[in-house]
C-alpha cells in the first residue's frame, strides 16, 4: 500500500505565500511523477504543477509565475510554493503519485486566501 500526505494548508491574506508538502511512504513502486491538483466545489481537479523524477517541471501557464514546485526524489517528496496568493486560490489542493500501475491520491489540504 502507498500513502500519500499532504501537509501545510491554512489561512493565508491575499498577496502572502504558503508551502504545501506532500510526502509518499509505503510500499515501493516506480514513480513517473508527483503532482498537484487543486479543486473547488462543483468544479472538476485541475492541475497545478507536476515534478518528474527527471526533475523536470509542468505547469500550466495560468499557473506559472505564481507557482513553483520543487521535489526530493530520495524522500518521495514534493513541496508547492505559492506566492502572491489570490482569493481564487481558494481549494482544497491535492497531492498525487503517478507511478507505473496507477495514481496515487492524497487526502488534500486546504488553502483559504482571505483576509
Known amino acids: 500500500q502507498v500513502q500519500v500526505v499532504e501537509s501545510g494548508g491554512g489561512l493565508v491574506p491575499p498577496g502572502g505565500s504558503l508551502t504545501l508538502s506532500c510526502a509518499a511512504s509505503?510500499?515501493?513502486?516506480?514513480?513517473?511523477?508527483m503532482g498537484w491538483f487543486r479543486q473547488t466545489p462543483g468544479n472538476q481537479r485541475e492541475l497545478v504543477a507536476i515534478?518528474?523524477?527527471?526533475?523536470?517541471?509542468i505547469i500550466p501557464d495560468s499557473m506559472k509565475g505564481r507557482f513553483t514546485i520543487t521535489g526530493d526524489n530520495a524522500k518521495n517528496t514534493v513541496y508547492l510554493q505559492m506566492t502572491r496568493v489570490k482569493p481564487e486560490d481558494t481549494a482544497v489542493y491535492y497531492c498525487?503519485?503517478?507511478?507505473?500501475?496507477?495514481?496515487?491520491w492524497g487526502q488534500g489540504t486546504q488553502v483559504t486566501v482571505s483576509s
Open positions: 498525487r503519485l503517478h507511478s507505473e500501475m496507477r495514481y496515487y
Open positions: 509505503g510500499r515501493s513502486v516506480s514513480i513517473y511523477n
Open positions: 515534478f518528474t523524477t527527471a526533475g523536470g517541471t
